[in-house]
């Protein structure tokens, strides 16, 4: 019997590693997976991007020789002429036991509130467990937005849903125990008293934050700033703050304030000056701002760039600390299913995308209403029996797609 020499099983093998990555290869290349996006209604928006300064009627608050200092208004709060806006002390140690005392009185009003409540004041568990999902959500929503300011109190109101529900379906809820111990605490405090207030001869809204850049633009010509004016004042913003001093915080004593930014005269050719928009902080994925339009929206026909300034007269905590911002200016808005623009296919002289219904692909037609570079939107017709539906399983990747074709 002949022996087989090693170099002849070498090559055998080579040779069978050869055609088993062919053959890999050529399935890879006409067997593409299929990936599918599910249809839903998504908003898109004609939008101008932009870098913004914030232009405010505010007030600096000196604490300089005051001691040591508490706020007793929180960001965001109304505050009146002669109101009170701090509370000074004779030392840190003073400060402290008051904030403590002052935090305890809260959440011992918070337990008796809740041990007053009467089960009564909630219809059914069927009530509170729809709360308690809805503050979950609106938990979570404010830890993914790094919103810390709001996060103490969406807690709250969440333990506080779980509490009732627990009351109401007669399980052992010891707040009694929990009140006894904070008055304890609160008597070995005993009364902290400030020794005296700082005040202020203007109302406004309090804001704790200052950037030192406050005085930077005059208020009062705001509205008439020129293209090289906010071009020089952008550059002066490049730094994350001015000089800050001594602040306890401001006062933005005035609701209305402004919105000034440069952006492409071509952007603006669907505007005019007195329009309202819709203006979103891109930094806050819930923060939108009706705001409008003062000027810039007329530039001359020879311009490449103009001076867009917006007005509102919203003001919250959020707005009184903004200062440069990127924004979005969302001009108009249409409402479609957003599928990337590869899914887009032409078939019997006809646009539309291939659903996957079942095991079977199926030709959906589809007008464009709205296109970039990576996505179209789709317009949505109920009526339409050949369109596109809700909850399709739109191709989105695939080879050798065709109306009616049986996937497995």
């Not at 467990?129 to 503050?135: F, H, K, L, P």
């Not at 623009?341 to 079942?358: M, R």
């Amino acid at each position: 019997m002949p022996k087989i020499k090693r170099d002849d099983i070498a090559i055998g093998i080579a040779v069978v590693l050869i055609l088993a990555y062919i053959i890999f290869q050529f399935y890879s290349v006409s067997h593409v997976e299929l990936e599918t996006q599910t249809a839903t209604l998504t908003t898109v928006y004609n939008k101008i991007d932009a870098t913004a300064i914030a232009v405010r009627d505010e007030v600096v608050i000196d604490s300089s020789g005051s001691g040591v200092t508490v706020p007793c208004v929180s960001d965001g709060d109304k505050v009146k002429v002669t109101g009170n806006v701090a509370m000074t002390f004779t030392s840190a140690d003073a400060a402290e036991k008051y904030s403590q005392y002052a935090d305890i009185s809260e959440e011992l009003e918070y337990y008796e509130n809740l041990e007053s409540m009467t089960v009564g004041q909630v219809a059914n568990v069927e009530t509170l467990d729809s709360e308690i999902g809805n503050r979950t959500d609106e938990y979570i929503r404010t830890i993914s937005h790094k919103n810390t300011s709001s996060v103490d109190k969406r807690s709250e109101d969440l333990n506080e849903s779980i509490l009732r529900r627990q009351m109401l379906i007669g399980e052992n809820v010891d707040l009694v125990s929990t009140i006894q111990d904070l008055r304890k605490k609160s008597q070995k405090l005993g009364v902290a008293k400030p020794q005296g207030y700082i005040k202020t001869d203007k109302s406004g809204v309090f804001s704790s934050y200052t950037d030192g850049y406050e005085n930077t633009i005059n208020y009062d010509n705001a509205e008439s700033m020129t293209l090289k004016d906010i071009k020089s004042t952008l550059k002066k913003f490049d730094k994350p703050s001015g000089d800050k001093g001594n602040h306890l915080g401001k006062l933005v004593t005035s609701y209305k304030w402004y919105f000034m930014c440069v952006v492409p005269a071509e952007k603006v050719k669907n505007l005019e000056d007195g329009y309202t928009v819709q203006v979103a902080l891109k930094g806050s994925d819930d923060q939108v701002i009706n705001m409008t339009i003062v000027s810039g929206a007329a530039p001359a026909a020879s311009a490449k760039e103009t001076a867009l300034i917006l007005k509102s007269s919203a003001m919250n905590a959020k707005l009184a600390s903004i200062r440069k911002e990127d924004i979005e200016i969302r001009i108009d808005s249409k409402e479609g299913i957003k599928v990337p623009a590869s899914a887009l296919h032409v078939e019997k002289g006809k646009k539309g995308v291939y659903a996957l219904i079942s095991s079977q692909i199926r030709f959906r037609e589809a007008e464009v209403i709205y296109s970039d570079e990576d996505y179209v939107l789709l317009e949505f017709n109920p009526d339409n029996n050949n369109g596109v539906r809700l909850y399709d399983k739109i191709i989105t990747q695939g080879k050798g797609l065709s109306d009616g074709k049986v996937y497995t």
